[in-house]
């Protein structure tokens, strides 16, 4: 079955970390680039991070760069978010979102190959 499984959300303060997970499996992982993606209830999809199929080349929207990293681990198929210093317009459900081939950047990925979604929520 081909699936993306996000974990790891929360609720913190502001100024506080998180890290989000996504596992994958069903489909040649490394052949994907990996978006994160966020929405807030009410709202569309924000594009968040692209992670290359090869974990080298990562972009960040400009309202988390700095204080979100994300990696990938090929060998486990798995995704990573770190958040740092969360701050309360970062409440939302955090997705995690496949697309063959190389990453788009300052766009949403195409394609239903997302996870169910993991919330953040932050306080001030």
């Known amino acids: 079955e081909v699936q993306l499984v996000e974990s790891g959300g929360g609720e913190v303060q502001s100024g506080g970390s998180l890290r989000l997970s996504c596992a994958a499996s069903?489909?040649?992982?490394?052949?994907?680039?990996i978006y994160w993606v966020r929405q807030v209830p009410g709202t569309g999809l924000e594009w968040v991070s692209s992670v290359s199929a090869g974990g080298i080349l990562v972009y960040y929207a400009d309202a988390v760069k700095g204080r979100f990293t994300a990696s990938r681990d090929n060998s486990k198929s798995t995704v990573y978010l770190q958040m740092n210093n969360l701050r309360p317009e970062d409440t939302a459900v955090y997705y995690c979102?496949?697309?063959?081939?190389?990453?788009?950047?300052?766009?949403?990925?195409?394609?239903?190959?997302r996870g169910q979604g993991t919330q953040v929520t932050v306080s001030p």
């Open positions: 069903g489909f040649t992982f490394n052949d994907y680039c």
């Open positions: 979102q496949a697309m063959y081939g190389a990453c788009l950047v300052r766009t949403l990925p195409s394609g239903n190959l």
